[in-house]
């Protein structure tokens, strides 16, 4: 895979060096100890502002989750807060406009026992597709006392201090180790669901966080995926936050993806950062599961590997038949779309990426490319999905059978697994019996 970091993205490495530099560390220290002093007694609280109803926080087996975004007048609007034990932080994760200067602004986490810590978030300047939204992580350390338990209450506030989020339930995640993940949030698109974790589960991912932008009362996931959430394969996350003014429908899915890789950064070592009707295609014989791409320690300070989108979809004068998707759509597009044109996706090392858009590591480590020839490519089937409108599809003339291929393999591989199941079953029948009979003669 060719290192493109030096080409396309030159801003990562320097504008990551202020947050590892030991000595802007040490600076920032002194800065933040000179604020600590300033600020923590020098004013008393006369109001905390908090939207009420925006506290409630719902539980999963995966900690616990905002039910909506906490807004208040001067604070950022936040999308969830977490405690890492792995890190040994809380985690805070917004959104904001470009003119909102949070960067400039001091917070404080105010833990009951009455431990604080000044803290502030690293600035997000960088516009991919000129969407009027950026991200906002703010992140303190836990003390002590709250380390090891489930959940607790805490404060965060700005700093001179009146405006506060109070008593903010902050649950500790799960901390589950998988080597390949992946995350995405849906909204009423269920009957794509099964084939896209059959596919991938085949492929080598080990557990998906599925982030269910449905009001609670609609959604049917809970049902539709019950397997799956019972084998322990998928995690449902309630994640029907409300929109903004002034943003787009994106801040939600930017919120969940900083939120997914903020969740996971110690426990994940890659997350495929795709939607439902896009696939991660293995392009190398020798290599047919995905990890055989990525566990590699060249890797281990990458932020991404990008993986190039391709379209697949039908001619239009050829009726799909099958039951799947991929069996409908066995044309594909002539070429693959080109690199920084809004149709590139990510398997990101979440360890490595501080702030994350749709497309794009907006800041973290190098990114690398994968080659859609030789390596992965993403195979996208838009033709199949619902909101095609308003969305330049290629013409579909190129024959291509090798997903398809994939899927057989998929379908016979669990075909095996059934009949040796039940080979097994009758095997075991068949030589109890006689067993108990023979053992019954001798005695
Ligand atoms: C946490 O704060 C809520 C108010 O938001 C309060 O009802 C609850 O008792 C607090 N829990 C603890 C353990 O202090
Ligand atoms: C939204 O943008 C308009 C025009 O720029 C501005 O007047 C308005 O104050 C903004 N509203 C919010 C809630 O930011
Ligand atoms: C990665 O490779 C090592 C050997 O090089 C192997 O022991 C390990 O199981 C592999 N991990 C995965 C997830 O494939």
Redesign the pocket.
Known sequence: MENENNKTEPQLVSALKPITGKSCLLILSILVTAYVWLFSGAFTISRDVVKGPD?RVQETTDGCYLEDKLQAPHLPDLHSVFADRISGQVVFVGLKLLRQTWHRVLFRCEF?SGDISVVHAVDDRRSFGHLPQYVVVLTCPIPNEYRLRSS??ITLRRLPGTDAY??I?ACATSNEKHFLAMCTMVKSVDAFIPQWLDYHRYLGVQHVYIYDNDKPAQSTLQTSLQNYIKAGFVTLIPWAHSTSVNKTYLEVQIAHENDCIWRHKHDVDWMIKIDVDEYIQPMDARRPRIPEYLNDSLYDSVAAVRIQNWFFGHPPRIAPRGDSVIERNRWRAEKHTLQNTGHDKNILRPINVHYYKIHSVKLGGDVISADPYTEMRLVHYRTDNQRARHFDLPKFKERDESMVRIRQALVNHRLQGRSSKNNKRRISKKVRKPKISKETIRI
Do not use: D, I, V
Request: no cysteine; net charge positive; glycine share 0%.
């Open positions: 506290l009951p607790f209450n109070r008593n339930k």
